[in-house]
């Protein structure tokens, strides 16, 4: 059987620096590139170099790469992509389609906060940008069963369309359980916007007069800095972008990561928390438990006396801590990327069934 031809599209790359989604291309693309039933062909921009995980993608010289910057990134982004090959499955790393005759093209859907929680011209932009992605494609991918349950609410012509959840995963090399001494922290990670409840994870570490709040991400802002000096003076640490082999080792040497945001796509901190070993404090919205399952700490009622009582309970009931470490090393264990490149290789050769492209 002939080699199904499929086109890749880095565009992700060029948008961000780096992040979930460049992570998930990466690996996306080394998997196709390393099946032989499939012909590799990747567009790419040339400023996509400067993304650090482009930096570490590894192709062979088996797949073929077309670098292109005939037009500004900014109209490229939304712009319709000629395909180098005819005949072929074409997927975008974000929300781009190919305008040629003949190709069948497939949108991965991350999430909706640009729906829920951006306003004005940008959520008009981007929610447009999608909506047209998702309407002139045959097939949809979605991380998540929310992210789906939200596609189909905002972007009604999306039901009845081929559509597949394909869970994301870790970096299983990076975020692995050493058994460490507990020291008496919880961990918040990453951006600290309006539905990620950054002061909600103050104000619980407040009510736990021992315990310190390590905060990884990017700087805090004055603001934020005297925020959080007011509220746990002297019982707080920043660590501004580590690496993710330290933000393991932090992982696991607290009680608990405090994940208290209202909404993700997916929530890949949820499994590296897990995988390395800390218990993960979240709220059972969006697709929190799909990832989390009955491994998370899951608080119907998220207040900070009761992120503040679940902190203290994991700290001083060791059966409890040990079995909320256990059942999140297992959960972690079905995520991977093994598994979501399989099922997306699987959904591609559907797709050339369906579509005989």
């Known amino acids: 059987?002939?080699?199904?031809?499929?086109?890749?599209?880095?565009?992700?790359?060029?948008?961000?620096?780096?992040?979930?989604?460049?992570?998930?291309?990466?690996?996306?693309?080394?998997?196709?590139?390393?099946?032989?039933?499939?012909?590799?062909?990747?567009?790419?921009?040339?400023?996509?170099?400067?993304?650090?995980?482009?930096?570490?993608?590894?192709?062979?010289?088996?797949?073929?790469?077309?670098?292109?910057?005939?037009?500004?990134?900014?109209?490229?982004?939304?712009?319709?992509?000629?395909?180098?090959?005819?005949?072929?499955?074409?997927?975008?790393?974000?929300?781009?389609?190919?305008?040629?005759?003949?190709?069948?093209?497939?949108?991965?859907?991350?999430?909706?906060?640009?729906?829920?929680?951006?306003?004005?011209?940008?959520?008009?932009?981007?929610?447009?940008?999608?909506?047209?992605?998702?309407?002139?494609?045959?097939?949809?991918?979605?991380?998540?069963?929310?992210?789906?349950?939200?596609?189909?609410?905002?972007?009604?012509?999306?039901?009845?369309?081929?559509?597949?959840?394909i869970p994301l995963a870790y970096d299983a090399d990076s975020y692995r359980y050493v058994e460490r001494e507990r020291k008496p922290q919880v961990a918040f990670i990453g951006a600290r916007t309006g539905y990620k409840n950054f002061p909600l994870a103050v104000e619980a570490a407040s009510l736990c007069?021992?315990?310190?709040?390590?905060?990884?991400?990017?700087?805090?802002?004055?603001?934020?800095?005297?925020?959080?000096?007011?509220?746990?003076?002297?019982?707080?640490?920043?660590?501004?972008?580590?690496?993710?082999?330290e933000v393991c080792r932090i992982f696991s040497e607290s009680i608990a990561l405090l994940y208290l945001s209202d909404y993700e796509g997916f929530g890949i901190p949820v499994l590296e928390g897990m995988a390395s070993g800390v218990p993960v404090i979240a709220q059972p919205k969006s697709s929190i438990p799909e990832v989390a399952g009955a491994a998370g700490v899951l608080l119907d009622d998220v207040r900070p006396q009761s992120v503040a009582a679940a902190i203290s309970e994991l700290k001083e009931n060791s059966a409890l801590f040990s079995q909320q470490v256990s059942t999140g090393l297992e959960r972690s264990r079905a995520f991977t990327w093994k598994r979501t490149i399989e099922e997306t290789a699987s959904f591609y050769k559907e797709i050339h069934e369906e579509f005989g492209v």
């Open 1 to 165: 059987m002939p080699a199904i031809p499929i086109v890749l599209d880095n565009i992700v790359f060029s948008l961000q620096k780096a992040g979930g989604a460049s992570v998930y291309w990466r690996q996306i693309e080394e998997g196709i590139d390393r099946d032989d039933r499939f012909n590799l062909t990747i567009l790419e921009r040339r400023e996509a170099q400067a993304n650090t995980v482009r930096q570490r993608l590894k192709i062979s010289k088996g797949s073929t790469l077309i670098e292109s910057n005939d037009s500004p990134l900014r109209w490229a982004q939304f712009a319709p992509v000629a395909s180098p090959v005819p005949d072929a499955i074409f997927h975008s790393s974000c929300y781009r389609v190919s305008k040629t005759a003949g190709i069948t093209n497939i949108t991965t859907v991350y999430d909706f906060i640009w729906q829920h929680y951006i306003k004005g011209v940008n959520r008009a932009v981007h929610m447009a940008q999608i909506r047209h992605a998702v309407k002139r494609s045959q097939a949809l991918i979605c991380i998540s069963e929310s992210t789906r349950r939200d596609m189909e609410e905002f972007i009604p012509e999306s039901r009845g369309r081929l559509t597949r959840v």
């Open 209 to 245: 007069p021992d315990v310190t709040l390590v905060i990884m991400g990017a700087g805090l802002t004055d603001e934020e800095k005297a925020f959080v000096e007011e509220r746990i003076p002297g019982r707080w640490r920043s660590l501004i972008y580590p690496s993710s082999e």
